[in-house]
């Protein structure tokens, strides 16, 4: 309507354009990835990872940490949980950008789409990431930014449609319903 005319008129004055969100590709080659099981939450040794062991083994695939454990001139360094695989090649898609939350859902929608062929994997990640200082966090309250930005969310989705939803919000936060 008429709003609608005069508000791209605003925009468009003010030289404030919509961006599309970027996306990028990557393989990921002969990747160690932890062992899962979909009703061992905790994990078993020497059978299965813990969701706490994903969680941190996704943050460092996601930042391209190097897995191999070699010390170099870093202090620390990182492998892949036990038990874990090699994969030969693994897929990782990247969106960045302001995404609605339908977006996100058509995506998870997508994915699980994935293992109605017969596929070779056992399970996928969908992780989002909220903007570091976004003024909302969770039901509604103040995002604490300033204290360390945590704000994000990470599907594991199982071969059988199981699935583990994990998240991880600052200490001023409030809780996800």
Same mark, same amino acid.
């Given at each position: ?107 998870? #929608?997508? %994915? ?7 596929? /070779?994997? &056992? =399970? *996928?990640?969908?992780? !989002? ?20 930005? #945590?704000? %994000? ?7 059988? /449609?199981? &699935? =583990? *939803?994990?998240?991880? !919000? ?8």
């Amino acid at each position: 309507g008429a709003e609608g005319t005069t508000l791209m008129s605003y925009f468009s004055k003010n030289q404030i354009r919509a961006l599309k969100p970027k996306i990028t590709f990557s393989a990921l080659r002969d990747l160690e990835c932890p062992v899962l099981q979909s009703n061992e939450l905790q994990g078993k040794p020497e059978e299965s990872c813990s969701t706490e062991e994903l969680f941190e083994w996704v943050g460092a695939v996601l930042n391209q940490v190097s897995l191999d454990n070699k010390s170099s001139s870093f202090l620390s360094t990182y492998c892949c949980p036990q038990p874990n695989t090699v994969v030969e090649k693994a897929f990782l898609c990247t969106i960045t950008g302001f995404i609605i939350p339908e977006k996100i859902i058509q995506l998870l #929608e997508q %994915l699980c789409c994935y293992f109605g062929e017969p596929k /070779l994997a &056992y =399970w *996928l990640t969908l992780t !989002v990431h909220g903007f570091a200082d976004s003024p909302v966090s969770w039901r509604e309250c103040e995002h604490g930014f300033h204290k360390g930005g #945590e704000n %994000l969310y990470n599907f594991v989705i199982f071969r059988n /449609l199981d &699935y =583990w *939803l994990q998240m991880a !919000v600052g200490t001023n936060d409030g809780c996800p319903p």
